[in-house]
């Protein structure tokens, strides 16, 4: 497995495509609701298989000079607790660091606040409802 930044269109289709697939298709969200208005300006890695297969997504982007957040991260459906979102999620703070981040923000679901709370985040308030069902909680960890 290895991890890159997409940089082909076809690079991009396997990104997004995953983002969707797991992140909004299970709710019968169109296709662009994975997508928004920061994708521009963000830092995106993607995380390949053998076969260049992209089996986990997430993005990076900056709330300010300090303050790094980390969005859309998404695991393909059979490759969840094998360690591919801690290694990527390892490799999107070491590119906030890299880039002068003192801590990252994210919204967690609440089916993944386990896995944010064994990679280092805490708690810090409550996060938004997403489509009316997915409860969300804002969470944060010191570089």
């Not at 930044?5 to 662009?32: F, I, N």
């Not at 957040?69 to 290694?87: E, H, I, K």
Request: net charge positive; hydrophobic share 35%.
């Amino acid at each position: 497995m290895r991890i890159i930044e997409p940089a082909s269109p076809g690079d991009y289709q396997k990104y997004y495509d995953l983002r969707w697939t797991v992140l909004r298709a299970p709710w019968d969200q169109p296709r662009g609701s994975e997508r928004d208005s920061r994708d521009a300006d963000s830092t995106h890695l993607m995380m390949l298989d053998d076969r260049d297969v992209a089996v986990a997504v997430g993005r990076l982007h900056f709330n300010s000079i300090r303050e790094a957040q980390v969005r859309y991260m998404a695991v393909a459906t059979g490759q969840q607790r094998r360690g591919c979102g801690s290694r990527l999620l390892q490799a999107l703070e070491q590119k906030a660091a890299s880039l002068g981040a003192a801590c990252i923000v994210l919204d967690a679901r609440e089916t993944a606040l386990g896995f944010y709370s064994k990679q280092g985040y805490s708690a810090a308030g409550p996060g938004h409802v997403l489509y009316n069902c997915i409860t969300h909680v804002k969470m944060r960890k010191t570089l």
